[in-house]
């Protein structure tokens, strides 16, 4: 009989009841992390002191903001929502500009099939020192150093915007098809027109589509800088959340959400477009 | 792409058309007036003195904040300890809000695409595209200043990234799989449990840690705002201007945030 094996096989799962494969296969691995994990899980929570009378207190205040956020008030403070919202805008606008435009010659170097070593381990460190720093302390650092006002808001996003577009844009160099670059260099174009002609038009559209990512990103990021003294929006809402006003606050919110939904919108349309 | 004739009759390739090329030009023309505009109005509010003050400010700056006062990181070891602790419960948090708010996104699996997805998709843009340092603004405005206020923050800003990633991978999801459960007879919750959880699995992972990572970076810097964690000793340090201090957190910031980013990626290694 040649189904013996797969029938012996059969006969001893019959009459067993049917388990749900586990996610981790081994079992010493699974459980060693299941118990790790409760126990670090109990750590964690027994060192956190929750005062719970204040946060009993502060329910009220959690429903006059909710309230407050069907009421928004964009009246009262408007001039400053105003000023605000149209700096973190601009500081978005330029840095964006600033940091594509210097992420492109960092991330060509940063391309191995298109930079020799040394440019690479350059261009590789520049992008990791970029990603490592988080925007609120770079600005911070800036703020202590170039004085306060928009000036280190751009510059903040400028440096955080050229390490994200460069390492993604240097990724996509790296895949990109190396035929049609051949073709170019057997006509004996220049480096320079190899890139334009045979590069360039691979990545484009995706760098068109990073760009609007950032640009999106890079807004959000102007909302808190003011915090520090950076410039934008944050400035405001850190008032208004200081003076308790929580109508101005729950309009200044709604504006950035509005604003976030828009910028999708239109980054959508015009990656479609692109693409 | 385009073969254009020249005035003397030969032909040559470009590669925009005329019209092509004008629209181009318009457009670049467009944006570098853009461009110049938000650098007046940028410059306007700066004080030029300050800038050109730069160099040497930075140059005095450094020199006081080498070398690192080493001894302080005794300090250190608690605020480090709640730093990973409101990355790490703040992701839980998240992930347990942010499961049923992707399954009411995700357009197979949703109960109303008309009313219950919309309102799903809001939680989602609005939790995203707020900031976790103004979550934590308001929770503190709310809960009070500390470590609590620094998870909630966390875990209300995760949950629109996660939802997000989670709905887009149900949504992608074999439906043979789904069918198959279906026809044994299997309840709602039995499909849901039996047909799509095994199939979400490794994507709920790969999110679960990868925010946890980016967590680990935010929670760095909840305590400039009050929530806790080390960036409450970076704050107070940089108030007394003690920058050998500052020098200090800032490497131990940097260290926290390439350790979280070494093990999400060993972890999303050994998942995908």
């Known amino acids: 009989m040649t189904t013996a094996p797969i029938a012996s096989e059969l006969d001893l799962l019959i009459g067993t009841k049917w388990k749900k494969p586990s996610f981790i296969q081994r079992p010493w691995l699974r459980w060693g992390l299941i118990i790790g994990f409760v126990i670090y899980l109990i750590a964690a929570i027994s060192s956190v002191e929750v005062n719970w009378a204040r946060v009993y207190e502060g329910l009220e205040r959690g429903a006059a903001f909710i309230k407050a956020f069907m009421a928004p008030d964009f009246v009262s403070r408007w001039t400053d929502i105003r000023d605000g919202m149209l700096e973190s805008l601009i500081m978005t606008v330029a840095s964006t500009v600033v940091g594509v435009l210097i992420s492109i010659p960092i991330g060509l170097g940063a391309a191995r099939n298109i930079a020799p070593l040394p440019v690479y381990l350059l261009c590789r460190g520049i992008i990791a020192i970029s990603r490592a720093l988080q925007e609120i302390i770079v600005a911070i650092l800036l703020v202590a150093i170039f004085g306060f006002g928009p000036l280190a808001g751009f510059l903040t996003l400028s440096f955080a915007s050229i390490g994200f577009m460069s390492k993604l844009l240097a990724e996509d160099i790296e895949s990109t098809d190396k035929v049609p670059a051949e073709a170019i260099k057997a006509t004996g174009a220049s480096w320079l027109q190899w890139v334009n002609y045979g590069v360039q038009p691979q990545v484009f559209p995706r760098l068109v589509g990073l760009s609007m990512y950032r640009l999106d990103i890079n807004f959000r990021e102007s909302a808190i800088l003011g915090l520090v003294g950076a410039g934008g929006i944050g400035a405001t809402l850190n008032t208004a959340f200081d003076r308790y006003e929580f109508d101005t606050a729950a309009a200044i919110l709604i504006l950035i959400i509005g604003t976030v939904m828009a910028l999708e919108y239109i980054s959508g349309i015009i990656r479609a477009r692109v693409q | ?272």
Not at chain 2, 132 to 143: F, T
Request: glycine share 6%; charged share 15%.
């Open chain 2, 1 to 272: 792409m385009a073969i254009i004739s020249l005035s003397d009759g030969r032909k040559t390739w470009r590669r925009f058309t005329p019209s092509q090329q004008v629209t181009r030009w318009f457009a670049y023309l467009v944006a570098v007036a853009v461009f110049v505009w938000c650098w007046n109005r940028i410059s306007e509010a700066t004080t030029w003195f300050f800038v050109w003050d730069a160099p040497r400010i930075a140059g005095d700056i450094l020199s006081r904040a080498t070398p690192p006062r080493w001894s302080y990181i005794d300090k250190l070891w608690w605020p480090i300890w709640d730093t990973i602790n409101i990355a790490t419960l703040g992701t839980i948090a998240a992930l347990f809000m942010a499961v049923p708010v992707a399954f009411m996104a995700a357009r197979n699996t949703t109960p109303s695409r008309l009313f219950i997805r919309p309102i799903a998709l809001l939680i989602i843009v609005a939790t995203r595209s707020i900031n976790s340092l103004i979550w934590a603004l308001l929770l503190i405005a709310i809960i009070g200043p500390g470590v609590f206020a620094g998870i909630v923050a966390i875990a209300i800003r995760s949950i629109g990234f996660c939802a997000k990633l989670l709905y887009e991978a149900i949504e992608e999801i074999d439906h043979s799989q789904v069918e198959a459960i279906t026809a044994t007879g299997g309840s709602r919750w039995q499909v849901m449990a039996y047909g799509i959880v095994p199939q979400i699995m490794p994507a709920f992972a790969g999110i679960a840690v990868f925010r946890w990572d980016i967590n680990i970076r935010e929670s760095t810097v909840l305590g400039l705002v009050g929530a806790g964690g080390i960036g409450l000793q970076l704050s107070s340090s940089l108030n007394v201007l003690a920058w050998p201090q500052v020098t200090l957190i800032l490497l131990v910031i940097l260290v926290a945030v390439v350790v979280g980013e070494w093990v999400s990626a060993k972890v999303r290694g050994a998942i995908i």
